[in-house]
């Protein structure tokens, strides 16, 4: 039940495209929902967060899609470029509890020029 | 803002030798710090939580005498790899979270120990 599902676990875009990166979740008591981006020998940069009580948000091309009832949410990249190549992980984590992140197993994002 | 280093960025070492790394939130206080092991090309494991003042929480499987964490304040976490080996190679991270600000987790830059 504390599992996050992530997919894919590797993503080709081209230059301009949308990239689509999904994730399940079991866990009825997460409340808080992160992305973040890593690059190679880097830490894990915060991207965008949201919380169960709105369906999407958006900030300049990344938009997160949650549905609550499927216990799914989404991170769609618009406008896809070189530099979004990373690996992206999502993340759950109950507020009121340790704040411990159980994060995704990752998808690796190449956008081709 | 929310800015976390880590120092070293990387180090090598001989097996059988401790080797101490410092995660340090620079423009916040952090009442909870996490430490993470990184595999290449895998996701976060999570090592262990502590608090400041208080004895770090270990998860399952990590052994807590190997890897002693210390969060003597409220900027400042050090983890320990005592009597290191090879197998204890790895890229670890730091995060911290920011005292009833909020629930994100900032991460390191994290430090890649290689143990010959």
């Known amino acids: 039940q504390q599992q996050v599902k992530q997919s894919p676990q590797s993503l080709i875009v081209q230059k301009g495209g949308i990239s689509i990166i999904n994730c399940a979740y079991e866990?009825?008591?997460?409340?808080?929902f992160p992305w973040y981006q890593q690059f190679p020998g880097k830490g894990p940069a915060l991207l965008i967060a949201i919380r169960p009580d709105v369906s999407e948000k958006k900030e300049g091309r990344f938009t997160i899609s949650f549905n609550k009832s499927a216990k799914q949410f989404s991170l769609h990249i618009m406008d896809s470029q070189p530099g979004d190549s990373a690996t992206y992980f999502c993340?759950?984590?109950?507020?009121?509890?340790?704040?411990?992140?159980?994060f995704g197993t990752g998808t690796r994002l190449k956008v081709l020029a | 803002g929310a800015v976390v280093s880590q120092h070293p960025s990387w180090v090598i070492c001989k097996s059988g030798t401790s080797v101490k790394i410092e995660c340090r939130s620079l423009d916040f206080q952090a009442t909870t710090m996490f430490w993470y092991r990184q595999f290449p090309k895998q996701s976060l494991m999570l090592m262990a939580t502590?608090?400041?003042?208080?004895?770090?929480?270990?998860e399952q499987g990590v052994e807590k005498d190997k890897f002693l964490i210390n969060h003597a304040s409220l900027t400042l976490s050090t983890l320990t790899v005592t009597s290191a080996h090879p197998e204890d190679s790895s890229f670890y991270i730091c995060?911290?979270?920011?005292?009833?600000?909020?629930?994100?987790?900032?991460f390191g830059p994290g430090t890649r120990l290689t143990v010959l």
């Open positions: 993340a759950a984590t109950r507020t009121s509890g340790t704040y411990k992140y159980i």
């Open positions: 866990n009825t008591a997460f409340d808080y």
């Open positions: 995060s911290a979270l920011a005292g009833g600000v909020g629930d994100t987790q900032y």
């Open positions: 502590s608090n400041e003042g208080s004895k770090a929480t270990y």
